[in-house]
């Protein structure tokens, strides 16, 4: 027993460095000072960091990524819990349907949503855009959002919500006052996994964005057509940190805020 | 308050998203379906109407099935993969005891978190012509040039898997860590061993979850538009390339469409025969 269960463990730790070995040597190599940037290391250094913030298109792709990302996370957030509302807190006829078309977007391969859109604009003769860029972003981020925040809305009594409308308050009061507060965890883990995903996305985006804009996955994607450079791995580096720091960061807050009512 | 104003309300909730879905999901494939019946002319103009044209080429022409064939292979042992690599992790955190359980459970999460074009990207460092496989076998002297590891079939297949496989490990592990500890017990003392009470206890209820990750892992894989080009090599294109190559390189959009729907209606059928056996519901509870 004892030595199949430690075989068990040596597989697992071997699946584990398979995950992340790899991007531990992005991360690795970012660091790296010789000029093309492969094995082995020469010694460590900023500068691909530093050649980083000096690259016009790069700076702009990331305001790019921060700007959509922070919109999608706020639209898709706001339209996920209303209808996460809906789904839980109400029974009504064709509820099922439409709880699976809701979450249909995850099925959907990305390839075939983005060229269904497209075309939809094409024949409305709208050029590709920003805002078709962001609702396009909205609805692959949606489900996600309506999964996170349905299955913490299930675990919130109704008694709560009861006994405050019993009180006399109205069904907006109830909400803000109530629900919104218990929810706000959920409402923030749907916002760091819409904005991630946003920031992440690179299928969509290559087709919906319009000519000339970039953002950090498909600024990523034109370099390696060159080859893969030590300024590539810094700009993983810079991604990796950014994508990994936020959802810490955000536990770190809702911990906090749990603290602060609990006291 | 009347009942009326009462169940009217979930669809007021409802409509932000509802019309979400309708204007940027439901009436955009309504119109690949009818794009696909469209004819391109050879000046590059739409011409409206029903040609069953497209559609004859892409049935007729061995072109297409070989790569729908192929993105299906690929996708298929991109799946066997992960459920090989994944389920044994997966029981191990699950069944585990030791204090460093929860650091295996936020680790799991983390690629979730990293961008899928970086990790893809990251294999290049490993597996190119100096990249760290390559430095490491010649500085030993096991061979003497650098190996050609990148931009076949093995090197795609390696990267979705690397994708895919956090997908496999939650959806198990969701499902082991919902069975019912009293189960394994029981039938301990009814004298199976360990083994025996895994086959005939474990492994089946954690089957779901099995399915779960099984199902997206290939549904994801044969989507894929970003691996084959990062690390495949030309004759490695999978059926999204050809989507893509048709809408936005070539213009064609009846084409694009007609291959967007083999794609979609193949796909939905591997969804159809998943809910038929094991339901969608499955899926959800990863987020729970």
């Given at each position: 027993m004892l030595k199949g269960w430690s075989l068990i463990r040596a597989y697992t730790v071997l699946v584990y460095l398979f995950m992340f070995l790899p991007v531990a040597v992005v991360v690795l190599l970012s660091f790296n000072s010789a000029q093309f940037g492969s094995f082995p290391m020469e010694g460590l250094s900023f500068r691909w960091f530093v050649a980083l913030w000096d690259n016009d298109a790069i700076v702009r792709a990331f305001r790019v990524s921060l700007l959509l990302g922070a919109l999608t996370a706020l639209i898709s957030t706001t339209l996920g819990v209303l209808a996460s509302l809906a789904l839980v807190r109400y029974d009504f006829p064709g509820k099922t349907l439409i709880s699976t078309a809701l979450i249909a977007p995850i099925l959907v391969p990305e390839v075939v949503l983005a060229v269904a859109l497209l075309l939809f604009l094409r024949w409305l003769e709208m050029p590709k855009s920003f805002p078709l860029l962001l609702l396009g972003h909205v609805i692959f981020t949606l489900p996600f959002v309506l999964l996170v925040v349905q299955a913490r809305l299930v675990s919130i009594r109704r008694d709560y919500e009861?006994?405050?409308?019993?009180?006399?308050?109205?069904?907006?009061?109830?909400f803000f006052e109530v629900t919104l507060p218990l929810l706000i965890p959920a409402v923030f883990a749907g916002m760091l996994f819409a904005f991630t995903i946003s920031f992440d996305d690179i299928t969509g985006t290559l087709f919906w964005k319009p000519g000339g804009v970039e953002t950090v996955p498909t600024q990523i994607f034109a370099m390696l057509r060159n080859s893969i450079s030590p300024e590539i791995n810094a700009l993983g580096t810079v991604m990796i940190a950014l994508t990994v720091c936020l959802p810490l960061f955000g536990a770190a807050i809702a911990r906090r805020m749990a603290a602060n009512r609990g006291g | 308050m009347d009942t009326g104003e009462r169940s009217a309300r979930p669809w007021l909730l409802m409509s932000p998203a509802l019309t979400a879905i309708a204007f940027l999901l439901v009436i955009p494939v309504c119109f690949i379906?009818?794009?696909?019946?469209?004819?391109?002319?050879?000046?590059?103009?739409?011409?409206?109407?029903?040609?069953?044209?497209?559609?004859?080429?892409?049935?007729?022409?061995?072109?297409?099935?070989?790569?729908?064939?192929?993105?299906?292979?690929?996708?298929?042992?991109t799946t066997v993969l992960c459920a090989l690599l994944g389920y044994v992790p997966a029981y191990f955190i699950a069944m585990t005891r030791m204090k460093h359980r929860t650091l295996l459970l936020i680790l799991l999460m983390l690629p979730f978190w990293i961008s899928y074009?970086?990790?893809?990207?990251?294999?290049?460092?490993?597996?190119?012509?100096?990249?760290?496989?390559?430095?490491?076998?010649?500085?030993?002297?096991?061979?003497?040039?650098?190996?050609?590891?990148?931009?076949?079939?093995?090197?795609?297949?390696?990267?979705?898997?690397?994708?895919?496989?956090?997908?496999?490990?939650?959806?198990?592990?969701?499902?082991?860590?919902?069975?019912?500890?009293?189960?394994?017990?029981?039938?301990?003392?009814l004298g199976a061993t360990d083994f025996q009470s895994f086959l005939e206890v474990t492994l089946p209820l954690s089957l779901p979850g099995l399915a779960a990750g099984s199902l997206l892992c290939f549904v994801l894989a044969a989507g894929t538009y970003i691996t084959p080009i990062v690390l495949g090599g030309p004759r490695d294109a999978m059926f999204a390339n050809l989507v893509f190559e048709a809408i936005v390189t070539q213009l064609n959009w009846p084409l694009g469409s007609v291959l967007s729907l083999v794609l979609l209606v193949v796909l939905g059928a591997v969804v159809a025969v998943y809910n038929r056996f094991v339901g969608i519901g499955q899926i959800a509870k990863s987020f729970g």
């Open positions: 009861e006994a405050a409308m019993s009180l006399g308050a109205g069904p907006i009061q109830t | 379906i009818v794009y696909s019946f469209w004819l391109r002319t050879a000046t590059g103009a739409d011409v409206g109407g029903i040609h069953l044209d497209n559609w004859i080429e892409v049935a007729t022409d061995p072109f297409y099935r070989d790569i729908l064939a192929f993105t299906l292979k690929i996708a298929f042992i074009i970086i990790r893809t990207m990251s294999w290049i460092n490993i597996l190119g012509v100096s990249g760290a496989l390559n430095s490491f076998l010649v500085s030993l002297g096991i061979v003497g040039e650098p190996l050609q590891l990148l931009y076949n079939e093995a090197s795609v297949i390696l990267g979705l898997v690397h994708f895919l496989l956090p997908f496999m490990i939650l959806n198990v592990f969701v499902s082991l860590e919902g069975i019912d500890r009293n189960l394994l017990d029981a039938s301990r003392s």
